[in-house]
């Protein structure tokens, strides 16, 4: 059998790899966006480091190509799932890197010293300032949610959808679950996620703030 | 992605790997989802062919890149055998880069040559002669 890289190669230059590139990189745009990437008007990209997902699948399609990550089976289907394994680790390596989460405590900031004192060996537990923000990020994918079903609502199909991906993920669950065929769940899974990527962020902060006053 | 979340934080990631593992649908709706997200297809695809050729080169694209590496060092000098003459030629690299208008490294200006190893004479030599055949060729061009 040959080696990764060839495979690849062979694979990406066939007839399919710029289709299959696309599709690495809907999946990319999309892991970032939950991640909470966003790309505004201007085009300038909100990511830590700079990366953006286009420069995610670069990286992972020249490390598969220069064996750097390999891949195992053969075909289509086998080298999409390795890949979305793929631009996930990369992505998580950006997003969970100490320098794109830690918030600071002030107290620790303010130092210049160097200096310690028991307030630096508290416990594991998320600082103060952390848990606002995992609270903050909870109330927008709380809100993003209610806006989301109140768009749907009307829409009886999507509705059992939305209900079965509350329990699971697997399109063929959704599909057993809930009757409807499995062509049709694909289809009604990427409107849901098109419908739930159009709720701007802007948007979703303001609904948010309105409940919360 | 985390261990503790809400229910819509569930539903989202649910959502999200429920999308990854389903059917793409047509090329025209994986258009249509990067416009949304405000990727360009088209430079993008632009990029990957690029990528393909950097780093999965067929044999006519190797070819032809040996071809022009094979021209590029053809096309530059040799450096001279003899140890004065390359001192020479160095100096003749830099006033013709000056002449050009560029700002030459500054280690041609101050290396102390006599305590130069050849090798690195040689390679100084070459180094400039490059440099000097692109600014030439820059040059060219702008007088079209």
Sequence with gaps: MP?????????????D???????????????????????????????????????????????????QRTW???????????????????????FEKPEAKVVEPIIQAERTDGSDDERDFASNDPSPEAQLLEQERETLDRTRYDLLLT?????????????????????????????????????????????AAAIRLPLVARAAKERQS | MKEKQSPAGVFLDNL????????????????QDLHDHRIDPEAELAAFQQLLKTHAPTWQERAEMERREAVRKLAEPSPPKDRAAIIEGIKQLVAGMQALGSSVPA??????????????????????????????????????
Aim: proline content about 3%; overall charge negative.
């Design chain 1, 3 to 15: 080696d990764s890289p060839e495979r690849a190669a062979r694979l990406l230059r066939g007839p």
């Design chain 1, 17 to 67: 790899g710029k289709r299959i590139y696309l599709q690495l990189l809907r999946i990319a745009a999309w892991i970032a966006w939950r991640y909470g990437w966003r790309r505004d008007e201007k085009g300038e990209t909100l990511l830590p480091f700079g990366a953006t997902p286009e420069s995610i699948v670069h990286t992972v399609i020249e490390k598969v190509l220069e064996g």
């Design chain 1, 72 to 94: 195992q089976g053969d075909g289509e289907a086998s080298f999409i799932i390795a890949a979305i394994g793929m631009i996930r680790s990369e992505t998580s390596h950006i």
């Design chain 1, 151 to 195: 768009e749907i609502q009307d829409d009886e199909e999507l509705s059992d959808v939305v209900i079965a991906l509350h329990d699971t993920h697997s399109p063929a669950e959704i599909a057993e679950r809930t009757g409807i065929d499995i062509k049709r769940v694909y289809q009604d899974i990427r409107t849901l996620k098109r419908k």
């Design chain 2, 16 to 31: 999200l790997k429920a999308a990854c593992e389903s059917e793409p649908g047509s090329i025209e709706e994986i258009r």
């Design chain 2, 107 to 144: 280690g041609a200006f101050h290396r102390n040559f006599e305590s130069a190893e050849q090798q690195d004479l040689e390679s100084l030599f070459q180094d400039l002669s490059h440099q000097l055949q692109q600014l030439k060729s820059g040059t060219k061009r702008q007088d079209g």
